[in-house]
């Protein structure tokens, strides 16, 4: 074991010590297995302490790397779960083909995108990528190894999506997937004034966009209060023209000493970014990576944050209360003094997913994010907690590095329901500190 793994971490700036790491194949053949707990890691792109077990042991589930089928037919692709959603994409698009659900980052492991039953900008629509599951092997810490399906081991399906890599390692999935006609998307920008013009347009937009979302300006007060700007999108037609390139990945150029996101940097950029969207609302055609994945364009992002790293905060609250908790939460964030770079504000619909933990609910989902000043993001963060709970929502565990015991029983009051899945063999930093167990 090494007492630090810069390597194996958490893209919230989290660090794994005292953990020994070991390859699927060791772990499944029982040569590998360790006296200790186990958990699956996959790219590291949880915010949070879900991917990581001090003290224990790791499954690098990278190794796990190939596709193992994919119909150009039906869409439905097979993969082992350290597959990078960024080589299916790399794989299907160009054959018509299209995840029917996708997080913000491309750079997720298919393991990852089950394990934390992502969501993304279509979820009125679609629902979360556990819908799309058809199927996945589970390699469980008594050695067996199990088809899960809607209609096989049913329970295990449900609880494994979702269900934070607990239930044991999943080792392929079968997804299906979506046609398009192109590559490319059709976009609407819009900006709003409000949080009441950004309600209308959304209500309105999720009617005819298959994807919506909003970036608000966490830093404007007085008139300028809740304004921002309204993305929607459908998948272009066909098109002629040649395919255009997405502009190629840059890499953040250094490693600062102190956070480079502050309430000066900020202010700066959340006037200059406005001002350059469109003033009038025309559909423009783009290719689908810079709408889906505009922070992918800079690799290592997250150092921004600086070394202590980034606390991300996501809630989902009904939409009966959705209007004033939003509002509370910006103003709350604005009197601490915070300042949240990736202020993002969309609904969701009424899509139940298959998971037994899975975090979307019908309603308004608000998220923050933060550099890491300790005590004091703590105390807004619990703060806000306190204001989603209270409005009858619910805090997103899989974005998580620090919510208590109680919020998390408050988020998801029939967690225990899901414990019984749990396979003994395995756990996380987050699982223990939620369930003080």
């Known amino acids: 074991m090494s007492d630090a793994l810069p390597e194996y971490g958490s893209w919230g700036g989290l660090v794994a010590h005292?953990?020994?790491?070991?390859?699927?194949?060791?772990?499944?053949?029982?040569?590998?297995?360790?006296?200790?707990?186990?958990?699956?890691?996959?790219?590291?792109?949880?915010?949070?302490d879900s991917c990581l077990n001090d003290g224990g042991t790791l499954i690098d589930a990278r190794e796990l790397s190939q596709i193992l089928?994919?119909?150009?037919?039906?869409?439905?692709?097979?993969?082992?779960?350290?597959?990078?959603?960024?080589?299916?994409?790399?794989?299907v698009v160009p054959q018509g083909w299209f995840p029917p659900v996708t997080p913000g980052t491309a750079f997720v492991t298919m393991g990852g995108a089950l394990a934390n039953d992502v969501h993304g900008k279509n979820h009125h629509g679609a629902g979360t990528f556990g819908r799309h599951v058809r199927a996945f092997e589970l390699a469980r810490s008594d050695g067996s190894r199990l088809t899960c399906a809607p209609d096989m081991n049913s329970e295990l399906f449900a609880a494994t999506i979702g269900g934070f890599g607990l239930t044991g390692l999943i080792t392929q999935i079968t997804l299906q997937l979506m046609p398009v006609a192109s590559a490319d998307m059709r976009q609407e920008v819009i900006r709003f004034d409000g949080l009441d013009?950004?309600?209308?347009?959304?209500?309105?937009?999720?009617?005819?966009?298959?994807?919506?979302?909003?970036?608000?300006?966490?830093?404007?007060?007085?008139?300028?209060?809740?304004?921002?700007v309204f993305f929607r999108a459908n998948h272009a037609s066909a098109s002629d023209l040649p395919q255009r390139r997405a502009p190629r990945t840059l890499p953040f150029p250094l490693r600062p000493p102190f956070p480079l996101i502050n309430?000066?940097?900020?202010?700066?950029?959340?006037?200059?970014?406005?001002?350059?969207?469109?003033?009038?609302?025309?559909?423009?055609?783009?290719?689908?990576r810079p709408f889906f994945y505009p922070l992918d364009r800079v690799a290592n992002w997250n150092r921004a944050y600086g070394p202590k790293g980034l606390r991300q905060f996501q809630c989902a609250v009904p939409m009966a209360q959705a209007r004033d908790a939003v509002e509370e939460m910006l103003r709350r964030s604005l009197a601490a003094g915070e300042a949240s770079f990736l202020t993002v504000l969309k609904l969701f619909g009424d899509m139940p997913s298959p998971g037994l933990m899975s975090f979307p609910i019908a309603g308004?989902?608000?998220t923050l994010d933060f550099p890491n000043r300790g005590e004091r993001t703590a105390r807004l963060l619990?703060?806000?907690?306190?204001?989603?709970?209270?409005?009858?929502?619910?805090v997103n565990p899989y974005k998580d590095a620090r919510m208590s015991p109680a919020t998390f029983e408050a988020s998801f009051p029939y967690w225990?329901?899901?414990?019984?899945?749990?396979?003994?063999?395995?756990?996380?930093?987050?699982?223990?500190r939620v369930t003080a167990g």
Not at 201 to 227: K, N, P
Not at 382 to 394: H, K, M, N, S, Y
């Open 416 to 432: 225990r329901d899901f414990a019984r899945h749990v396979d003994p063999g395995f756990s996380s930093g987050f699982w223990r």
């Open 382 to 394: 619990d703060e806000l907690d306190r204001i989603a709970i209270a409005a009858g929502g619910r």
């Open 18 to 48: 005292d953990t020994r790491i070991v390859s699927p194949d060791a772990w499944i053949s029982g040569a590998g297995r360790p006296p200790s707990t186990v958990l699956a890691y996959g790219n590291g792109r949880s915010y949070g």
């Open 197 to 228: 013009r950004f309600f209308e347009i959304a209500a309105e937009s999720d009617a005819t966009h298959d994807y919506t979302v909003a970036w608000v300006d966490s830093l404007a007060s007085g008139a300028g209060f809740g304004r921002g």
């Open 69 to 91: 089928a994919f119909d150009r037919e039906s869409g439905l692709i097979t993969c082992e779960a350290g597959v990078l959603l960024d080589t299916v994409l790399k794989h």
């Open 364 to 366: 308004a989902t608000l």
């Open 263 to 288: 309430r000066l940097t900020l202010r700066a950029f959340n006037t200059l970014y406005r001002a350059a969207q469109p003033r009038t609302p025309e559909a423009r055609r783009i290719p689908y």
